[in-house]
């Protein structure tokens, strides 16, 4: 901001073109970290929740058919039960095992073979188990009956091996925040190439392009990114990108399996800590849930942050059917620790002594 940020693709002085080529560098850095086939099918969005919006409102049709899952975040629930209550989009929601947190794939290929569905959208990691599905097999399965895949990557992007075109996805959203180290207010959408023109643009505007046409441009990536980009943001996510590729992805994820591992091994020797099943199994990107017997989870949270200064999240998570599915909405949620790739083997020693005596005096 102080080295003279300016609009890309608005003028023709040197900071405006210094802002375009970071950002056109940040695409390259982002297409290689996500396995995009070029990085002009990259596009900025607000979010994670914009990014799945994108698609999820550009590219449905009056009556076409949805099959979700009960893993699903309410950034794919709500837009989906708008469209249904709009335009008559039929939702099939698929449900998961609560014992291992994997999609049912005897009822997604069941699902996928008496309907006709045109998207199936797919939660890489859960937001509350952190579990990671197999989704090449089921975008195998999604293809092979004609049904095109939305991949909800917001858990896994950055420190997950991610690679768009071996999973064979054609939509890709992540949030910039997490796993990708970037500010918050940052998002990520990949799009096949050759799709971006079946998917309507939800805003419409100046690109810095075609300045003489009334239309919207339909080269990509301009095609979806009206308006001023937040550059601040983009220059952080440069950055953080940069830095990831610099370290390797596999080295992060095998960081942050380490101590989530560590973890729960340790929280799992505790008295009156429930874990939830899910969250033990190997495919963890780094999220840890549980429950301390007879006590609240915000009441926990509390605890942890005034006494212990220990940053958690209680309750839903904004992923209701999971909660269903887990039978833990009767506890108002349960209490969620996120791993990275910064936290260190003394941060685990000092969480698991904040819950051993919180535990202790249940």
Same mark, same amino acid.
């Given at each position: 901001?102080?080295?003279?940020?300016?609009?890309?693709?608005?003028?023709?002085?040197?900071?405006?073109?210094?802002?375009?080529?970071?950002?056109?560098?940040?695409?390259?850095?982002?297409?290689?970290?996500?396995?995009?086939?070029?990085?002009?099918?990259?596009?900025?969005?607000?979010?994670?929740?914009?990014?799945?919006?994108?698609?999820?409102?550009?590219?449905?049709?009056?009556?076409?058919?949805?099959?979700?899952?009960?893993?699903?975040?309410?950034?794919?629930?709500?837009?989906?039960?708008?469209?249904?209550?709009?335009?008559?989009?039929?939702?099939?929601?698929?449900?998961?095992?609560?014992?291992?947190?994997?999609?049912?794939?005897?009822?997604?290929?069941?699902?996928?073979?008496?309907?006709?569905?045109?998207?199936?959208?797919?939660?890489?990691?859960?937001?509350?188990?952190?579990?990671?599905?197999?989704?090449?097999?089921?975008?195998?399965?999604?293809?092979?009956?004609?049904?095109?895949?939305?991949?909800?990557?917001?858990?896994?992007?950055?420190?997950?091996?991610?690679?768009?075109?071996?999973?064979?996805?054609?939509?890709?959203?992540?949030?910039?925040?997490?796993?990708?180290?970037?500010?918050?207010?940052?998002?990520? $959408?990949?799009?096949?190439?050759? @799709?971006?023109?079946? /998917?309507?643009?939800?805003?419409?505007? &100046? !690109?810095?392009?075609? %300045?003489?046409?009334?239309?919207?441009?339909?080269?990509?990536?301009?095609?979806?990114?009206?308006?001023?980009?937040?550059?601040?943001?983009?220059?952080?996510?440069?950055?953080?990108?940069?830095?990831?590729?610099?370290?390797?992805?596999?080295?992060?994820?095998?960081?942050?399996?380490?101590?989530?591992?560590?973890?729960?091994?340790?929280?799992?020797?505790?008295?009156?800590?429930?874990?939830?099943?899910?969250?033990?199994?190997?495919?963890?990107?780094?999220?840890?849930?549980?429950?301390?017997?007879?006590?609240?989870?915000?009441?926990?949270?509390?605890?942890?942050?005034?006494?212990?200064?220990?940053?958690?999240?209680?309750? $839903?998570?904004?992923?209701?059917? @999971?909660?269903?599915? /887990?039978?833990?909405?009767?506890?108002? &949620? !349960?209490?969620?620790? %996120?791993?990275?790739?910064?936290?260190?083997?003394?941060?685990?020693?000092?969480?698991?002594?904040?819950?051993?005596?919180?535990?202790?005096?249940?």
């Amino acid at each position: 901001m102080r080295g003279g940020a300016a609009s890309a693709g608005r003028g023709t002085h040197r900071n405006a073109e210094a802002a375009g080529r970071m950002i056109d560098e940040c695409r390259r850095q982002l297409a290689t970290l996500l396995g995009a086939q070029i990085p002009a099918q990259i596009v900025f969005t607000l979010n994670c929740t914009d990014s799945l919006n994108a698609v999820l409102q550009g590219f449905l049709k009056h009556g076409d058919a949805v099959a979700a899952t009960a893993l699903d975040h309410n950034s794919v629930l709500r837009p989906l039960e708008a469209l249904r209550q709009r335009m008559g989009i039929q939702v099939e929601i698929i449900p998961f095992d609560p014992v291992t947190g994997l999609i049912d794939e005897q009822r997604f290929a069941k699902v996928l073979a008496e309907k006709k569905i045109r998207l199936v959208v797919l939660n890489h990691a859960s937001n509350v188990t952190g579990r990671v599905q197999s989704v090449a097999e089921l975008t195998r399965v999604a293809h092979a009956h004609g049904a095109y895949v939305l991949l909800d990557a917001a858990q896994t992007a950055g420190h997950w091996p991610l690679n768009m075109m071996e999973l064979d996805v054609d939509f890709l959203a992540a949030a910039g925040h997490k796993g990708l180290l970037g500010p918050l207010g940052t998002g990520i $959408l990949c799009i096949r190439r050759g @799709l971006e023109t079946q /998917l309507q643009p939800l805003r419409f505007g &100046g !690109t810095g392009t075609s %300045s003489e046409s009334l239309t919207q441009p339909n080269d990509m990536p301009a095609r979806f990114e009206s308006g001023s980009l937040n550059l601040p943001g983009i220059a952080g996510l440069h950055a953080a990108s940069k830095w990831i590729l610099g370290q390797g992805v596999e080295k992060l994820r095998s960081h942050v399996h380490s101590i989530t591992v560590q973890l729960l091994n340790e929280l799992n020797r505790i008295d009156n800590v429930i874990l939830l099943r899910p969250c033990l199994e190997f495919d963890n990107c780094g999220i840890v849930s549980f429950n301390i017997y007879g006590m609240d989870c915000r009441e926990v949270a509390m605890i942890l942050d005034q006494s212990f200064d220990i940053q958690s999240r209680p309750g $839903l998570h904004c992923a209701p059917l @999971l909660h269903q599915t /887990l039978d833990t909405m009767s506890s108002h &949620g !349960t209490i969620r620790l %996120s791993l990275g790739v910064f936290t260190t083997d003394d941060k685990i020693a000092h969480v698991v002594q904040a819950v051993r005596e919180i535990a202790a005096h249940a």
